[in-house]
C-alpha cells in the first residue's frame, strides 16, 4: 500500500474530525498554488473567500461567513490550528456524535464571522479574516462546560485540568485584544462564547446543530440518485439453499469479523498500530 491509498483510508476511517483537518490541509494547499504572493511573502486572499468586515462586501458574499475558516494566514497557523482541532476535536468525538461535532463547527465559524464583522463595523475597521481558530474553540469551549473537571496529560506538564487549558487561551487572547490581530481574538472570544451557548443549550434539551444537520441532509439526498426499480414478476422458490450458498455466506460472516476486529483495534489504539497486511486488507475491503 503507498502513501496515498494510506491517506485514503485514514480519511475513510478516521471521522468527520479528521476529515475536517483534511479539508483545512487541501485549502491550505490550493491556496498556496492560486493565492501566494511569493514576491511579497504571503497570501493573497480574494474577497470571495476570506472574511470581510465591510459590509458592502459580506452582504453580497455572505458565504465568506464559512469559507474564512477553511483558509490560513500561514503554514504555521495552519499547523497549531490542526494540532488544536485535533486535540479539542478527540476530547467532544468522547461524548457527543459527529453531526453535533460538524454542526458546532459551522455554527461557531458563522457566529464568530458575525461577531468579527459587527465589531469592526463598530469600529470603523475594514480588514479581512482568515482562520478556522474560532471554530476550533467553538468546539473547545464546549467539551470545556460539559466536562471542565477532565484530567488532561500534557507533555512535561503532567495531568491538569481541562478547564484551566482553556482558561490559559482566553486569558491569551483577552491580553492580547488590543495588541495586534485583534480581528483575530474578537473571532477566538466569540467562538469560546457560542462553545458555551451550544453546551448550555443541549443541556436544556436544544440541539442547535440539527438545522445544520438537517441542511446538509436535505442537500444530500437532493442530489442522491434515486435507484431504478422496474417492475418484475416475482417468482416463490421453495428449493432448499445448495450448499454452495452457505459457503459464500460464511466467507462473507467471516470478513466481516475480520473488519469488525480490526476496526475494534482501531479504535482503541489508533489507525497506527495496524500492521501493513492489516491496511492492505482494509484498503481492499472498502473498494
Given at each position: 500500500?503507498?502513501?496515498?491509498?494510506?491517506?485514503?483510508?485514514?480519511?475513510?476511517?478516521?471521522?468527520?474530525?479528521?476529515?475536517?483537518?483534511?479539508?483545512?490541509?487541501?485549502?491550505?494547499?490550493?491556496?498556496?498554488?492560486?493565492?501566494?504572493?511569493?514576491?511579497?511573502?504571503?497570501?493573497?486572499?480574494?474577497?470571495?473567500?476570506?472574511?470581510?468586515?465591510?459590509?458592502?462586501?459580506?452582504?453580497?458574499?455572505?458565504?465568506?461567513?464559512?469559507?474564512?475558516?477553511?483558509?490560513?494566514?500561514?503554514?504555521?497557523?495552519?499547523?497549531?490550528?490542526?494540532?488544536?482541532?485535533?486535540?479539542?476535536?478527540?476530547?467532544?468525538?468522547?461524548?457527543?456524535?459527529?453531526?453535533?461535532?460538524?454542526?458546532?463547527?459551522?455554527?461557531?465559524?458563522?457566529?464568530?464571522?458575525?461577531?468579527?464583522?459587527?465589531?469592526?463595523?463598530?469600529?470603523?475597521?475594514?480588514?479581512?479574516?482568515?482562520?478556522?481558530?474560532?471554530?476550533?474553540?467553538?468546539?473547545?469551549?464546549?467539551?470545556?462546560?460539559?466536562?471542565?473537571?477532565?484530567?488532561?496529560?500534557?507533555?512535561?506538564?503532567?495531568?491538569?485540568?481541562?478547564?484551566?487549558?482553556?482558561?490559559?487561551?482566553?486569558?491569551?487572547?483577552?491580553?492580547?485584544?488590543?495588541?495586534?490581530?485583534?480581528?483575530?481574538?474578537?473571532?477566538?472570544?466569540?467562538?469560546?462564547?457560542?462553545?458555551?451557548?451550544?453546551?448550555?443549550?443541549?443541556?436544556?434539551?436544544?440541539?442547535?446543530?440539527?438545522?445544520?444537520?438537517?441542511?446538509?441532509?436535505?442537500?444530500?439526498?437532493?442530489?442522491?440518485?434515486?435507484?431504478?426499480?422496474?417492475?418484475?414478476?416475482?417468482?416463490?422458490?421453495?428449493?432448499?439453499?445448495?450448499?454452495?450458498?452457505?459457503?459464500?455466506?460464511?466467507?462473507?460472516?467471516?470478513t466481516q469479523q475480520q473488519i469488525d476486529e480490526i476496526l475494534d483495534k482501531i479504535s482503541q489504539?489508533?489507525?497506527?498500530?495496524?500492521?501493513?497486511?492489516?491496511?492492505?486488507?482494509?484498503?481492499?475491503?472498502?473498494k
Amino acid at each position: 500500500m503507498n502513501i496515498l491509498d494510506d491517506l485514503k483510508l485514514q480519511y475513510k476511517l478516521g471521522g468527520i474530525a479528521m476529515r475536517v483537518i483534511y479539508w483545512n490541509i487541501a485549502c491550505f494547499l490550493i491556496a498556496l498554488v492560486f493565492f501566494y504572493q511569493y514576491s511579497g511573502g504571503g497570501f493573497d486572499y480574494p474577497s470571495w473567500l476570506s472574511l470581510s468586515s465591510d459590509p458592502n462586501v459580506f452582504l453580497f458574499k455572505p458565504w465568506t461567513f464559512l469559507t474564512y475558516a477553511f483558509f490560513h494566514s500561514s503554514f504555521l497557523h495552519l499547523f497549531f490550528n490542526m494540532m488544536v482541532l485535533n486535540f479539542a476535536s478527540n476530547l467532544f468525538l468522547t461524548f457527543f456524535t459527529q453531526k453535533q461535532y460538524l454542526g458546532l463547527y459551522i455554527l461557531g465559524a458563522i457566529f464568530s464571522g458575525v461577531t468579527f464583522a459587527l465589531s469592526y463595523y463598530f469600529l470603523n475597521i475594514s480588514a479581512p479574516i482568515v482562520g478556522a481558530s474560532a471554530a476550533i474553540m467553538a468546539i473547545l469551549a464546549a467539551v470545556t462546560t460539559y466536562q471542565p473537571l477532565m484530567d488532561v496529560r500534557l507533555i512535561f506538564l503532567g495531568n491538569v485540568k481541562l478547564w484551566h487549558i482553556t482558561a490559559v487561551i482566553l486569558i491569551l487572547d483577552l491580553m492580547q485584544l488590543r495588541l495586534d490581530n485583534t480581528g483575530g481574538h474578537i473571532s477566538h472570544l466569540a467562538g469560546a462564547l457560542f462553545g458555551f451557548i451550544y453546551m448550555k443549550s443541549l443541556q436544556n434539551g436544544t440541539d442547535l446543530s440539527i438545522v445544520i444537520s438537517r441542511t446538509l441532509d436535505f442537500f444530500a439526498n437532493l442530489f442522491k440518485k434515486s435507484p431504478s426499480t422496474p417492475f418484475t414478476k416475482v417468482h416463490k422458490n421453495y428449493k432448499k439453499p445448495t450448499e454452495r450458498v452457505a459457503s459464500r455466506i460464511v466467507t462473507k460472516d467471516k470478513t466481516q469479523q475480520q473488519i469488525d476486529e480490526i476496526l475494534d483495534k482501531i479504535s482503541q489504539s489508533g489507525y497506527d498500530c495496524l500492521t501493513k497486511e492489516e491496511k492492505e486488507f482494509l484498503f481492499k475491503a472498502g473498494k
